[in-house]
């Protein structure tokens, strides 16, 4: 219990500093439509790649992010990330897919979200 307490306290003092180090990627998964054979859509899905460190997976961050109140500044760099990534498609190919973004819970009770 030690031990998972210790790496849980680890995480969350990574994620500190995590948005403005740059630590996080964007990997967007399309959704194909094999009737028309073509991307319809992409998911944006967030990873981790601290620099001295092995990648963390989502479900070990995202918790700990809810749980300490980081994950409002991870998910506006979502949102921000993801709407400059769809600007830069429309504007090199002229039109883009849709992007689901996943939002937390938690996220949704928070006012600068909504507005």
């Given at each position: 219990?030690?031990?998972?307490?210790?790496?849980?306290?680890?995480?969350?003092?990574?994620?500190?500093?995590a948005v403005d180090n740059k630590e996080f990627q964007l990997m967007y998964q399309p959704i194909i439509s094999l009737k028309e054979e073509k991307i319809a859509s992409a998911e944006a899905l967030i990873r981790?790649?601290?620099?001295?460190?092995?990648?963390?997976?989502?479900?070990?961050?995202?918790?700990?992010?809810?749980?300490?109140?980081?994950?409002?500044?991870?998910?506006?760099?979502?949102?921000?990330?993801?709407?400059n990534q769809v600007k830069t498609w429309k504007d090199s190919l002229g039109m883009c897919p849709s992007v689901a973004i996943?939002?937390?819970?938690?996220?949704?009770?928070?006012h600068e979200l909504r507005e």
């Open positions: 219990m030690q031990k998972k307490a210790e790496e849980k306290k680890r995480v969350q003092i990574m994620l500190r500093t981790w790649m601290p620099p001295d460190a092995d990648p963390i997976r989502p479900d070990i961050f995202i918790p700990i992010a809810e749980e300490s109140g980081q994950i409002n500044n991870i998910g506006s760099w979502v949102l921000t990330t993801v709407i996943n939002v937390s819970s938690k996220q949704l009770k928070n």
